[in-house]
């Protein structure tokens, strides 16, 4: 099953969570990245599919054998992917930080989408045949795993840039929106199952955060205090 595929390939990652107990960073960088919704969630959903025969009767109901009935060509597909990554590296230029920090986080966030592209090729070493019987690496989508990553350091960036929150809300749409639809053309196209995008955006998720979050100062962690009444109140910064 893919699932015991999906397991192998996030191995050095589960090693990571284990053995970070060496570094307070590196470890809250692991397990905030392993317990984000964007990481559990896809990971979760892939399984069930990949556990059922939802994942076939999902992915043939989204499979355009005819070309001209797809809603996005190849082509969209590479430019939203594109697109993606345009976005993160627009709002990693408008955080306020000093020149070293900046080039810090253009190098931290380019070492994480450089790290997806990389986890791909790992994850295409298990030979999976695509559902239109052409394509044999068909575990693993770079149009799904990179666009993840690129969402994952624009929702970082984002978090440290000054202004309004709906224009925070717009900006991680359009880029979660533009990742959306690389990976959905990937499933039209025949060469990737619903399963297949679903454990490419967890693991390109949790990549994108834990490269971030163990290299880069956070300042925007969950805070939880108490107040006098006492009632349980949660600080949530954007």
């Not at 070493?125 to 559902?131: Q, R, V, W």
């Not at 960036?157 to 979660?176: A, E, G, H, L, V």
Request: include cysteine; aromatic fraction near 12%.
């Amino acid at each position: 099953m893919l699932i015991l595929k999906a397991i192998k390939t996030t191995l050095p990652f589960i090693m990571i969570l284990i053995v970070s107990g060496c570094s307070t960073r590196t470890q809250d960088a692991a397990y905030t990245a392993a317990t984000d919704v964007m990481t559990w969630a896809p990971l979760v959903t892939g399984a069930t599919l990949d556990a059922t025969t939802w994942d076939d009767d999902l992915t043939d109901s989204i499979y355009k054998k005819d070309k001209n009935d797809k809603t996005f060509s190849e082509d969209d597909a590479d430019s939203l992917r594109m697109f993606s990554a345009a976005i993160t590296y627009s709002t990693a230029a408008f955080v306020d930080e000093n020149s070293t920090t900046k080039f810090k986080r253009f190098a931290v966030q380019s070492g994480a989408l450089y790290a997806g592209r990389f986890t791909v090729e790992q994850m295409n070493k298990y030979k999976h045949t695509s559902p239109d019987g052409k394509y044999d690496e068909a575990f693993g989508s770079n149009h799904a795993v990179t666009p993840f990553v690129a969402a994952a350091l624009t929702r970082r960036n984002i978090r440290q840039i000054d202004i309004p929150i709906w224009s925070k809300y717009s900006i991680n749409t359009f880029s979660y929106l533009s990742a959306t639809g690389s990976a959905y053309e990937r499933v039209e196209e025949g060469l990737h199952s619903v399963s297949d995008q679903m454990y490419s955006i967890a693991i390109g998720n949790f990549i994108a955060l834990f490269i971030n979050d163990a290299f880069m100062e956070r300042d925007y962690q969950l805070g939880v205090e108490f107040n006098e009444d006492p009632k349980l109140t949660l600080d949530i910064s954007f």
